[in-house]
């Protein structure tokens, strides 16, 4: 889902940027020596700002170390490194401080961003494991492709399935079929998606009625899908 990769690519990239994050700042240095950039601060900023949300304070803090290195070249008295006038060494802790601010800053809002993103996943997963004690099966399917995003173990357990099947069509896993079902309700909720739709189905391999609701509803992570649920009519129709 979504929010699960969300999260997985912010853990899986850290180390990715870590790495980069000082090439990466060497070449930008590189590049403004030889084209002679007169202010390099505002373009040694930009990596400092990429990494520091990329990966957070250790790559923001690298590069922000970096630049104010090739600065303290740059603002020294022409033939005379680390020899600065009064001017130089005001440009050098305006610097400083600005590329202390910006990294603090960014990193600051890379750490909430990530605090956010695992808060998001600690209240989906508390969130499906209560679809999972609910007595009724419940499926969740990306509309267009029909992909199964959840099953609750109701669903496993009544369709006798060995594993999870997401990741899989619905219409493969539950009917064995190679497109969608004719009888897919999904036409009539993409013309009215506020408008939920019942049916009846009798499934083969039991010979068992179910009644199907099926609605559009918003996943957590902000996705739109299709929420289908089962309710076991058997012994209602029977007395029919």
Known sequence: MLLERRVRMLSDNKTYYQFFCIPV????????????????????????????????????????????????????TPGEFFSYDVISIKKMLVTAICLGIITFLVSRLKAQSVAHAMQSKNLSDTFLKILNTIDIQLLVTEPESDIILFVNDKTLEEQRLASDPSGKPCWQVFQGLTQRCKHCPLPMLFDAPLTPVEWDRNDASSN???????????????????LQQSIDIAESRHMQ
Not at 50 to 73: D, K, N, Q
Not at 208 to 226: A, L, Y
């Open 208 to 226: 068992r009625w179910f009644r199907n609701r099926e609605s559009i509803i918003e996943w957590p992570g902000g996705q739109r899908v299709r």
């Open 25 to 76: 700042t060497i070449l930008t240095i590189l590049l403004v020596y030889w084209l002679n950039i007169p202010n390099p601060t505002m373009v040694l900023t930009l990596p400092v700002v990429l990494f520091s949300y990329a990966e957070g304070y250790f790559s923001g803090i690298v590069c922000s170390i970096a630049a104010l290195t090739y600065c303290l070249y740059f603002y020294s």
